[in-house]
Each structure stands twice: as C-alpha cells, then as structure tokens.
C-alpha cells in the first residue's frame, strides 16, 4: 500500500507577511519587467505625455451632441422645470417642440380650467407660468 505524504497546513498569508516565502510568479510572461521604462509609440515626442490623436493642444473636444438650442426649454433635452411645465400643458415629455405648438396646448388648458368657466385660480396660473417658462427660452 502506498504511502501518502502528510502535511500540515499552512497559512501563506502571514508567512508572505513575514517574508518567508516569496509571492507567486505572473502567469503572463509577456509582462514587461517594472525597471523598465515604457516603450514609446509611434511618432512623436518621447517625453512622458501621451502623443497622438486628440491629445493634443488644439484636439476637438468631444460635447453632449446636444446644442444649445437642444438644452432649451423647447429642445430635445429640457431641464427639470421645462420637463414639468409641458407635462402641465399636456405637451410631450422630450424631444423638440414648436412655440405653436406651446400656444395651442396652453390655449386648450386655458380654455378648460380657466376661472370664468369653472376652474381654479392657482391652476390657471400654474398653466400660465408653464407657458411662459417654455416660450421664454
């Protein structure tokens, strides 16, 4: 019967603490050694600082994609407040609206809940304000 090696367990952990025992190799062998400077690519200057595209002084930088006409109030991105005064009036939650269209949906909430005709006050002059908030920007 063939005999079997025992040992006893051991906690590399605090023996690598200790410095007992070195830490295991890289399994990837390409791994370039750290004394090593870095190898430069490309053209271009060999100091530390990235050369290429776009890193430059005069690289195009990148935006939203929206602009400014975009981050209105009737643009395809409105704010929070913009997002709650069409909502108000009945209008679509995004994309980009016409001040037409603004003045229709508000004349129709007009009409509706105007005071004369049965509607509250304090509705009215939210319906208002959401139609002067969209159209003022």
């Known amino acids: 019967m063939p005999q079997t090696l025992q040992h006893r367990p051991v906690d590399l952990a605090a023996e690598r603490v200790a410095g007992l025992v070195a830490p295991p ?5 390409r791994r370039q050694p750290e004394a090593a400077e870095p190898a430069s690519r ?8 990235a050369t290429g595209k776009g890193s430059g002084k ?3 930088r990148r935006g939203t994609g929206l602009t400014a006409a975009d981050r209105g109030p009737l643009g395809r991105s409105p704010d ?3 997002i709650q005064a069409r909502h108000r ?14 003045n229709r949906a508000w004349k129709q909430a ?16 939210a319906i208002n304000a959401a139609r002067d908030l969209l159209l003022a920007g």
Do not use: I
Not at 42 to 49: N, P, V, W, Y
Not at 116 to 125: A, E, I, W
């Open 110 to 125: 007009a009409a509706e809940h105007h005071p004369d005709r049965g509607g509250h006050h304090g509705t009215m002059q």
């Open 58 to 60: 005069g690289r195009k």
């Open 80 to 82: 929070l407040e913009a």
């Open 25 to 29: 190799a890289a399994a990837d062998s």
């Open 42 to 49: 490309g053209f271009g200057k060999a100091s530390g600082k």
């Open 89 to 102: 009036l009945g209008l679509a939650l995004a994309g980009r609206l016409s001040p037409l269209a603004v």
